[in-house]
């Protein structure tokens, strides 16, 4: 998990100014830790996970002072109930969806209401969704190819860790371990090798 690990490196040394992740770190609750944390997250862009044919949740506008989701034709969807996930639920009126001329576009439900869900913690991925924009955080993020991405990408290719002979976690774990040992210190050399001097 992201957290305790960022959590070490505050401990332990710096907190950081910013943290690259990619988008399976882009949760409510990760966001959320960032932000209490004075900490900037450079996330991707992640399209919505909508079915096809239907409307997407970002074309219902989410009215903060009344607490309520606007459809694109200007239905107000209310806050119904509170999930124990932390969702809260907003609910159409079905009387109102049963003749509405979207009705096909925007729900699939048999009883014609339309239900969106809003995690409680759901604005600070919307600010890291703002973020993304900034060009500081375009280019922490983009050095993230450079830095995470090409380590693993060497592990793989050139140090054998696409496929494995062993079998177990306390092997594998003993495998990856030393590779990254081998890694690091390779590194190490680089950083510290003098080129000859020029005749």
Same mark, same amino acid.
């Given at each position: 998990?992201?957290?305790?690990?960022?959590?070490?490196?505050?401990?332990?040394?710096?907190?950081?100014?910013? *943290?690259?992740?990619?988008?399976?770190?882009?949760?409510?609750?990760?966001?959320?830790?960032?932000?209490?944390?004075?900490?900037?997250?450079?996330?991707?862009?992640?399209?919505?996970?909508?079915?096809?044919?239907?409307?997407?949740?970002?074309? /219902?506008?989410?009215?903060?002072?009344?607490?309520?989701?606007?459809?694109?034709?200007?239905?107000?969807?209310? /806050?119904?109930?509170?999930?124990?996930?932390?969702?809260?639920?907003?609910?159409?009126?079905?009387?109102?969806?049963?003749?509405?001329?979207?009705?096909?576009?925007?729900?699939?439900?048999?009883?014609?209401?339309?239900?969106?869900?809003?995690?409680?913690?759901?604005?600070? *991925?919307?600010?890291?969704?703002?973020?993304?924009?900034?060009?500081?955080?375009?280019?922490?993020?983009?050095?993230?190819?450079?830095?995470?991405?090409? *380590?693993?990408?060497?592990?793989?290719?050139?140090?054998?860790?696409?496929?494995?002979?062993?079998?177990?976690?306390?092997?594998?774990?003993?495998?990856?371990?030393?590779?990254?040992?081998?890694?690091?210190?390779?590194?190490?050399?680089?950083?510290?090798?003098?080129?000859?001097?020029?005749?």
């Amino acid at each position: 998990m992201l957290q305790p690990l960022v959590e070490k490196v505050m401990k332990k040394g710096k907190k950081p100014l910013a *943290v690259a992740a990619d988008a399976a770190y882009k949760t409510p609750a990760i966001t959320k830790f960032l932000f209490e944390n004075d900490i900037k997250p450079a996330l991707p862009y992640t399209r919505p996970k909508t079915k096809e044919g239907l409307m997407r949740k970002n074309e /219902y506008v989410y009215d903060e002072y009344y607490d309520c989701y606007l459809c694109p034709l200007g239905q107000t969807l209310s /806050y119904a109930t509170t999930t124990k996930e932390g969702k809260r639920q907003y609910k159409s009126d079905p009387t109102q969806c049963a003749k509405c001329l979207l009705l096909a576009q925007c729900t699939s439900s048999k009883d014609h209401r339309k239900i969106i869900e809003r995690h409680i913690w759901a604005e600070y *991925v919307e600010e890291a969704d703002h973020l993304r924009h900034q060009n500081e955080i375009k280019q922490i993020y983009a050095r993230r190819k450079e830095t995470i991405e090409r *380590v693993f990408a060497d592990a793989k290719e050139k140090h054998c860790m696409r496929w494995t002979t062993l079998r177990g976690i306390k092997k594998l774990s003993m495998q990856a371990m030393l590779t990254f040992t081998a890694m690091n210190l390779k590194k190490l050399a680089n950083w510290t090798w003098q080129s000859p001097q020029m005749a």
